[in-house]
């Protein structure tokens, strides 16, 4: 195929990483319904005072929600199945990370181009959304300074650090490496970073679909599926001819 | 025969060369004890490498301790089924007549009175209980490390995981040798310069502090060295993470 929209290596990894996010978010709410309450520090229990507390019920029958019913317990396969998805996360994160670093992806797609890095020229690109005028051409094949930063942030913020909130969860890790867990703070601050950050990349998640909505849905699709897209300019032909 | 395509040479020698990796990485695994007893089914690929890396990365480390003024005021006691008869009668007797047995693959079977594990060497640590549902409080535990007990009992060397059960009936658990042998592995009989209370355990808990909750079983009776497990249960048998 002569240069395809996106990379094998990008479709492949953004599709397992798509996979794995659904499953680590489903099955991660699943887990906060057993305690859908949230502390700051070290510690935390219903006899302490909460920070928040989310008002839905609790699938245990020792967490007061104001509910007269408990939900299942869905626990056992929720934490098995958030685990075995965290670890395809990490590898196919792994796996692109060092890749894209190797080839140039990152340096060439991701990071905003020089002359864009300021403040105004995501303001002007921001402008251009909210006006809801068209992409130009010189768009079609590359990410604007807007797209750049949301990717940069979620590939090396946002996801590193729902990682770290994650691994500080684990008492065996945090044994083998204390610093993880208290540079944040403590155990009940990590968990609800760990929460804060889940919802931080669901709403990265909402925007990339709306836009891919906007911008045309099964185009934009088969362009990360099988690299091939109806480009504007094919488009427009094509409408001639007709 | 026709010749073969360099492609389907190339592919084919990867795939021989994954076959023989796996199978070496597995034989490893297994000799060096990184394959958990709930290594099958959908998330066994998950469960075996969440298991594996923690062996690897964290076989010897320590559970964090806290200083004493960060001990919970609030500790909460996790709700457990009515105690059994067998229980309450103990209870009435001051659990005097509280036995624990260990057996199994050990060379010395023993069975050991309240007054028998207080007889020997005390230790304390300020751990949390972290429970697998989210919530967590930082306690004193004070008992005598199972280490002691396990060198007194002789556990063969083939032995390679300890279930341990509750007087109450279906509640036990198991946990590997690196845990077993493990310093803040305690047998546990007070909490915060007391008595352990019933609802956080009483008389006797095995805290297992590097795990989550759900491992450190109240009310212990008996102790087993096994050196096969078959796993049954919703939940994953390795709860460090």
Same mark, same amino acid.
């Given at each position: +195929?002569?240069?395809?929209r996106h990379s /094998?290596l990008v479709?492949?990894?953004?599709?397992?990483?798509?996979?794995?996010?659904?499953?680590?978010?489903?099955?991660?709410?699943?887990?906060?319904?057993?305690?859908?309450?949230?502390?700051?520090?070290?510690?935390?229990?219903?006899?302490?005072?909460?920070?928040?507390?989310?008002?839905? &019920?609790?699938?245990?029958?020792?967490?007061?929600?104001?509910?007269?019913?408990? +939900? &299942?317990?869905?626990?056992?396969?929720?934490?098995?199945?958030?685990?075995?998805?965290?670890?395809?996360?990490?590898?196919?994160?792994?796996?692109y990370?060092?890749?894209s670093l190797?080839n140039g992806h990152f340096r060439k797609n991701i990071v905003p181009e020089?002359?864009?890095?300021?403040?105004?020229?995501?303001?002007?690109? +921001?402008?251009?959304?909210?006006?809801?005028?068209?992409?130009?051409?010189?768009e079609?094949d590359s990410y604007n300074v807007?797209q750049r930063t949301?990717y940069l942030? /979620?590939i090396?913020?946002?996801?590193?650090?729902?990682?770290?909130?994650?691994?500080?969860?684990?008492?065996?890790?945090?044994?083998?490496? &204390?610093?993880?867990?208290?540079?944040?703070?403590?155990?009940?601050?990590?968990?609800?970073?760990?929460?804060?950050?889940?919802?931080?990349?669901?709403?990265?998640?909402? /925007?990339?679909?709306?836009?891919?909505?906007?911008?045309?849905?099964?185009?934009? +699709?088969?362009?990360?599926?099988?690299?091939?897209?109806?480009?504007?300019?094919?488009?427009?032909?094509?409408?001639?001819?007709? | 025969?026709?010749? =073969?395509? !360099?492609?389907?040479?190339?592919?084919?020698?990867?795939?021989?060369?994954? %076959?023989?990796?796996?199978?070496?990485?597995?034989?490893?695994?297994? *000799?060096?004890?990184?394959? @958990?007893?709930?290594?099958?089914? %959908?998330?066994?690929?998950?469960?075996?490498?969440?298991?594996?890396?923690?062996?690897?990365?964290?076989?010897?480390? =320590?559970?964090?301790?806290? @200083?004493? $003024?960060?001990?919970?005021?609030?500790?909460?006691?996790?709700?457990?089924?009515?105690?059994?008869?067998?229980? *309450? *009668?103990?209870?009435? #007797?001051?659990?005097?007549?509280? !036995?624990?047995?260990?057996? #199994? =693959?050990?060379?010395?079977?023993?069975?050991?009175?309240?007054?028998?594990?207080?007889?020997?060497?005390?230790?304390?640590?300020?751990?949390?209980?972290?429970?697998?549902?989210?919530?967590?409080?930082?306690?004193?535990?004070?008992?005598?490390?199972?280490? #002691? %007990?396990?060198?007194?009992?002789?556990?063969? @060397?083939?032995?390679?995981?300890?279930?341990?059960?509750?007087?109450?009936?279906?509640?036990?658990?198991?946990?590997?040798?690196?845990?077993?042998?493990?310093?803040?592995?305690?047998?546990?009989?007070?909490? $915060?310069?007391?008595?352990?209370?019933?609802?956080?355990?009483?008389?006797? !808990?095995?805290?297992? @502090?590097?795990?989550?909750?759900?491992?450190? %079983?109240?009310?212990?009776?008996?102790?087993?060295?096994?050196?096969? =497990? *078959?796993?049954?249960?919703?939940?994953?048998?390795?709860?460090?993470?």
């Open positions: +195929m002569e240069n395809p /094998v479709r492949v990894t953004h599709w397992l990483t798509v996979i794995s996010f659904v499953a680590l978010l489903v099955t991660g709410l699943e887990i906060v319904i057993s305690h859908p309450r949230f502390y700051w520090g070290e510690t935390g229990n219903v006899n302490m005072k909460p920070l928040f507390t989310i008002p839905i &019920p609790s699938s245990r029958n020792t967490v007061p929600t104001g509910y007269g019913y408990v +939900m &299942p317990d869905q626990n056992g396969w929720s934490r098995y199945l958030h685990f075995e998805s965290a670890w395809v996360l990490v590898l196919t994160g792994l796996v990370g060092i890749a190797l020089r002359g864009e890095r300021t403040l105004g020229a995501h303001w002007r690109r +921001m402008v251009q959304y909210l006006r809801r005028r068209p992409p130009g051409l010189d079609s807007l949301a942030v /979620v090396f913020v946002l996801f590193p650090l729902v990682i770290w909130t994650g691994l500080a969860l684990s008492p065996s890790f945090n044994a083998a490496f &204390p610093l993880g867990v208290n540079l944040l703070g403590g155990r009940q601050t990590a968990r609800t970073l760990h929460f804060f950050v889940t919802w931080a990349l669901v709403l990265f998640f909402a /925007v990339h679909v709306a836009m891919i909505a906007v911008s045309g849905f099964w185009n934009r +699709m088969r362009g990360m599926t099988t690299g091939r897209t109806v480009s504007a300019e094919q488009t427009a032909a094509t409408k001639e001819l007709v | 025969m026709k010749p =073969m395509s !360099r492609r389907a040479l190339i592919t084919s020698g990867l795939a021989a060369a994954g %076959v023989a990796g796996f199978a070496a990485a597995n034989r490893i695994a297994g *000799k060096h004890g990184l394959i @958990p007893p709930d290594c099958r089914g %959908v998330y066994g690929a998950g469960e075996t490498l969440t298991y594996a890396a923690h062996r690897l990365l964290t076989r010897d480390a =320590m559970a964090r301790e806290f @200083p004493r $003024n960060m001990i919970s005021k609030n500790p909460f006691a996790n709700e457990v089924a009515p105690p059994s008869d067998q229980f *309450k *009668k103990l209870q009435a #007797g001051g659990f005097g007549d509280w !036995r624990l047995t260990i057996d #199994g =693959m050990v060379a010395h079977p023993m069975s050991l009175s309240l007054a028998d594990l207080r007889s020997l060497p005390t230790h304390s640590q300020i751990t949390e209980v972290v429970c697998e549902e989210g919530w967590s409080y930082v306690a004193e535990w004070i008992g005598t490390p199972l280490s #002691g %007990v396990l060198r007194e009992a002789g556990v063969l @060397p083939q032995a390679r995981y300890l279930k341990y059960f509750s007087i109450q009936p279906e509640w036990s658990d198991s946990i590997d040798m690196a845990d077993a042998h493990h310093p803040q592995t305690f047998l546990t009989l007070g909490m $915060n310069d007391g008595e352990l209370p019933v609802g956080f355990g009483g008389p006797l !808990r095995l805290r297992v @502090p590097r795990q989550l909750g759900y491992k450190s %079983v109240k009310y212990i009776t008996r102790i087993t060295a096994t050196d096969s =497990m *078959k796993f049954q249960g919703d939940y994953a048998w390795f709860a460090g993470i």
